[in-house]
């Protein structure tokens, strides 16, 4: 649907995210992409990217019994 309606997939490693007036840019190697709100969706990946953040993640299912 997402790509139907003219969205692009684009599979890249994102090195760091910075904010300018709380607005997010996700810095590639390469390239640099400005958005109004992002949704970080990448599990157990997501750690060395959220770290950065200084941000506290919550897990809706506990881990261990």
Do not use: R
């Not at 684009?10 to 390239?31: A, G, R, V, W």
């Not at 958005?35 to 997501?46: E, P, T």
């Amino acid at each position: 649907y997402f790509i139907e309606k003219g969205g692009k997939f684009i599979k890249l490693n994102i090195k760091d995210i910075k904010f300018d007036n709380e607005k997010p840019t996700l810095q590639t190697e390469t390239q640099k992409f400005n958005f109004d709100k992002v949704v970080i969706a990448c599990g157990a990946f997501s750690k060395k990217l959220t770290d950065k953040l200084d941000e506290k993640t919550i897990c809706p299912w506990p881990l261990h019994n």
